[in-house]
């Protein structure tokens, strides 16, 4: 008998492999666009958090005028420049010099409420020496208990920064996800499920007598008012 004639084989296992990589292919796509797809919904979730967090949970030109037996000076409120609170992801803010009526000391408050990933990287130990203000003490942590949520505080950064005669003593702290704290650096995964941030810095001349406690009993006071206004937020 000729080759020609001899029967041919069946190419079954060809083709079993051929519709095998098929569906290998199939299902690989198909993992892939349902990965795909809740990534979108992930990050559409997120940019609507985005959005309904850009603006704070009240107003800061509404932030009290009288804290404690600290007293807004008349006329010290002052705006940052447009361009300033861009890059320091300033939403809103509000400035203001405040007065101890009981020992006359002043202390410039700033409060700024932005998105988080906006707002956390600009602190003092950066701004400051940029703009010719050295360090002029090792920068230390200062645990505030916040007098309205007994048991808690609220974790500040204290150092103190100077130009010739000019020494200033600063406290800087974050507000992120209902908690006061420095290290935001490591906390950056959960600002996409809370974007909201508040900022409070505070700065007042030093002269070696600090009088550290009454600044403290200011912070805490801030803090406070600030979680009474958002609680959860920011």
């Known amino acids: 008998m000729a ?13 079993l492999a051929s519709r095998f990589e098929w569906r290998r292919l199939a299902i690989v796509c198909a993992l892939l666009a349902i990965s795909g797809g809740g990534r979108y919904v992930r990050d559409w979730q997120f940019a ?25 000076k008349p006329g010290s409120e002052q705006p940052l420049e447009p361009e300033i609170a861009r890059i320091a992801g300033a939403s809103d803010h509000v400035i203001r010099t405040y007065v101890d009526s009981s020992t006359g000391n002043t202390a410039d408050v700033m409060i700024i409420y932005g998105l988080a990933a906006g707002v ?11 703009s010719g203000l050295a360090a002029r003490s090792e920068a230390e942590l200062v645990e505030v208990p916040l007098p309205g949520s007994p048991g ?8 103190v920064f100077g130009r010739g005669g000019d020494q200033r003593e600063v406290y800087y702290s974050f507000r992120n996800a209902g908690q006061w704290a420095v290290d935001m650096e490591s906390r950056w995964k959960s600002f996409r ?18 009088g550290g406690r ?20 920011g």
């Open 3 to 15: 080759t020609a004639d001899l029967p041919q084989r069946p190419q079954a296992p060809a083709r």
């Open 48 to 72: 609507s958090l985005s959005r309904e967090n850009e603006s704070p949970p009240f107003a800061l030109s509404e932030f009290p005028l009288q804290i404690g037996t600290w007293q807004a």
């Open 120 to 130: 956390w990287p600009h602190t003092p130990e950066i701004c400051y020496p940029a």
């Open 152 to 159: 808690q505080s609220a974790t500040f950064r204290r150092q």
């Open 193 to 210: 499920y809370h974007p909201g941030m508040f900022k409070i810095q505070v700065q007042h001349p030093y002269s070696g007598d600090n």
């Open 214 to 233: 009454a600044i403290e009993a200011l912070l805490a006071k801030i803090a406070d008012a600030i979680d009474h206004h958002s609680p959860g937020g």
